[in-house]
């Protein structure tokens, strides 16, 4: 099955300056990457996605990039913010456009800590 | 709003009974759902595949007959913890898929605490 590696596990960074979370997936066959933003006790919140067929995406303040060959994907945010402070996760899964939905594999989370 | 709805939030239950924890699509009719288990300061942890008119799929290491599934309906899973015990107790959710936007809608959790 898949697996999904997340680095770093924890990541402070000063109010302004950017943030970089990196992860790796094993299954080639993955054709969806989600970005989730779970603060403590709630449920997990797209931010943002990215499907096998772009290379970057942006938001705002947010961007992803994916390496397809490489099997390997990142979380950008620029001019971070306090309430930027939150565990991170990235996942991914394979799109089943017909019947059932895309189940996710998930990494193990970043802990963002934007500091005054 | 939220458009998956799950309860309850929180419930606090005795070593050997049963929990039951609800989760509803609001706006959209959910063929599969999934339930995940979150421990503290772990990551989400898919638990089993929850399929409308069909069996469960669990994933390896989960005890079917401990976390029984229920998918009654297009809108409505249901995951029974049975005879719970302390090292159950763990920050469940459940997730829905909605195919016409390809995006995965999550539960607010049930935070299941087993004395």
């Not at chain 1, 402070?85 to 934007?114: D, E, H, M, P, R």
């Not at chain 2, 399929?51 to 229920?70: H, R």
């Not at chain 2, 899973?77 to 909605?98: N, R």
Request: with cysteine; aromatic share 10%.
């Amino acid at each position: 099955g898949e697996n999904v590696e997340q680095h770093p596990s924890t990541l402070s960074v000063q109010e302004g300056d950017s943030a970089v979370i990196k992860c790796t997936y094993s299954d080639s066959a993955s054709n969806y990457f989600p970005w989730y933003k779970q603060e403590l006790g709630k449920r997990p919140q797209l931010i943002i996605d990215i499907r096998s067929n772009v290379g970057e995406k942006k938001d705002q303040r947010i961007a992803v990039t994916l390496n397809k060959t490489a099997k390997h994907f990142s979380l950008h945010i620029t001019e971070t913010q306090p309430e930027d402070s939150a565990v991170y996760f990235c996942a991914a899964s394979t799109i089943i456009l017909t019947g059932g939905g895309n189940k996710l594999t998930f990494g193990t989370g970043t802990q963002l800590k934007v500091e005054l | 709003g939220a458009v998956v709805s799950q309860h309850p939030s929180w419930v606090i239950c005795k070593s050997g009974t049963s929990v039951k924890i609800e989760c509803r699509s609001l706006d959209f009719q959910a063929t599969t759902m999934f339930w995940y288990r979150q421990f503290p300061k772990q990551s989400l942890m898919l638990m089993a595949t929850s399929n409308e008119g069909s069996k469960a799929t669990y994933e390896q290491g989960v005890e079917k007959d401990k976390f029984l599934i229920n998918h009654a309906s297009l809108t409505l899973s249901t995951l029974t913890v049975t005879s719970a015990h302390p090292e159950d107790s763990s920050f469940y959710i459940c997730s829905a898929p909605s195919l016409a936007k390809n995006i995965q809608y999550f539960g607010a959790g049930t935070r299941l605490s087993v004395l």
